[in-house]
């Protein structure tokens, strides 16, 4: 028995009865909807694995109308990395590279008249006006694909698609996390998105879909194309088919998204939505999704970087002290180039104190029962009773470099989490310790906009 409605399928066999599938209006405060009526909300999806039903919540991904640069030329200087990802220095150099950067926006500054996220809309009307921004006439999914060499020196290329992701409530399914988020302000993108009624920036989301690449390969209509300062080929094709269009967002809403990166603007999403509701008494704006980069949780879709511990309030060697307990200690070299390859080699991490004393840190394997195959998780074991602060830093370079700054004793460098172990946190609905995963190369702000209530 097959039973298809757009984002809900009940696949069976023939003797089993039909399940009930419950919207997640049945949550919220909408009345239930049935297969004829349209979904607002996430969906379960009943599956028959075997002789037994398994439910899964499923989110609904849709096109919508993107706002884009016109000049599509000069997309090298007019995009930015993430704003989570650029210091103040870079955020200036950005800035210089062109008056219509789009960190001028994403990274708003007040101008003395007005504060900050004020003065991103006023800019962003300006530009819309001007014909800098150009908004597409009819809905879209936009592909997205990056070539690029990654840590081993192996030539990838990796395809993805920017829709609107629904917002679902925390805990409700269909939109899950993979790993802990450390207490963080959300203020200022919050106050951004009040401010600007856009979505500048995507959050990257995973999907569990088997054969979504699959779906992605056939090229689009090119609307950019260019090459970063780091050699990342980063290329934009434009999906306006109806039935391309249908089929990707079948693909997608069949299965749940696991978010690796963007955990905070997906909240604050939460935030604002919940915010609409309440002041226009409707759970049908388009702040009930957000925009979205989904691929394929699958390893030669993904390549990840390790995010690197540094520590303050606490004295080297009381962090030697107990780390002994659980590691096996041994003399290791300056940090350098090979360091890395070292640690993957050995199986193995690397400390180095504001001394320069360093040592190899190989896990003793009697002294991590129960405790996930992360080195993230064996620190947070060892260490979970000594006192101190533990800050994070991707890049060797700059992680070893922090030990300049005031305060700081000692780094950790850590090994990347496999995508395996990225693929079994997904499907048991486990989460990894905080800062575990860094994927890259990280996605282009700028590329893909998307005006909330546009759509």
Not at 54 to 69: D, K, L
Not at 74 to 92: A, C, G, K
Not at 194 to 205: C, D, F, I, K, Q
Not at 322 to 337: R, T
């Amino acid at each position: 028995l097959l039973l298809s409605h757009r984002r809900v399928r009940i696949v069976g066999n023939e003797d089993d009865p039909v399940p009930c599938v419950t919207q997640a209006s049945d949550r919220i405060d909408g009345p239930r909807n049935r297969f004829m009526e349209k979904p607002d909300d996430a969906v379960d999806v009943a599956q028959n694995w075997g002789a037994q039903w398994h439910t899964v919540i499923v989110p609904r991904f849709e096109p919508f109308r993107a706002t884009r640069y016109a000049d599509s030329d000069r997309l090298s200087t007019l995009s930015s990395p993430p704003y989570d990802v650029i210091s103040d220095t870079e955020r200036t150099r950005y800035a210089s590279m062109d008056e219509h950067n789009i960190v001028h926006v994403d990274m708003p500054l007040s101008d003395g008249t007005v504060d900050a996220y004020h003065e991103a809309s006023r800019r962003i009307a300006e530009w819309k006006n001007s014909g800098v921004f150009v908004t597409d006439a009819a809905r879209s999914y936009s592909l997205y694909r990056m070539s690029f060499v990654d840590p081993t020196g192996t030539q990838r290329q990796t395809v993805g698609v920017v829709g609107a992701l629904e917002v679902v409530d925390e805990g409700a399914g269909g939109v899950l996390p993979h790993e802990r988020t450390t207490p963080k302000a959300k203020t200022d993108r919050l106050e951004l998105t009040r401010a600007t009624e856009m979505n500048l920036s995507p959050v990257w989301g995973l999907s569990l879909a088997q054969n979504m690449t699959a779906a992605l390969i056939e090229t689009g209509e090119q609307v950019g194309l260019f090459t970063d300062e780091n050699s990342v080929t980063h290329s934009i094709e434009r999906i306006s088919d109806p039935e391309r269009i249908a089929h990707i967002e079948s693909i997608v809403s069949s299965a749940p998204i696991v978010i690796a990166d963007g955990h905070h603007r997906y909240a604050i999403s939460r935030t604002y939505r919940d915010e609409i509701r309440a002041a226009r008494a409707s759970n049908t704006t388009g702040a009930e999704l957000t925009m979205t980069y989904v691929n394929e949780l699958v390893q030669e879709q993904l390549s990840v970087a390790a995010i690197h511990r540094f520590y303050s309030d606490v004295t080297a060697d009381s962090l030697l002290e107990a780390l002994s307990k659980c590691f096996d200690l041994s003399d290791a070299p300056p940090p350098d180039d090979k360091t890395l390859a070292r640690m993957n080699s050995f199986g193995c991490l690397y400390f180095i104190d504001n001394t320069a004393r360093a040592y190899w840190l190989t896990p003793k394997a009697s002294s991590f029962p129960g405790v996930r195959d992360l080195d993230s998780a064996r620190l947070e074991h060892a260490l979970s009773g000594t006192s101190h602060t533990v800050s994070y830093q991707h890049g060797q370079h700059e992680a070893v470099e922090q030990l300049k700054t005031q305060g700081c004793v000692a780094t950790i460098l850590i090994r990347p989490v496999s995508v395996a172990e990225i693929q079994r946190t997904a499907n048991e609905g486990l989460l990894m310790p905080p800062k575990s995963t860094f994927f890259t190369p990280k996605l282009q702000t700028g590329l893909v906009m998307r005006e909330i209530f546009a759509n």
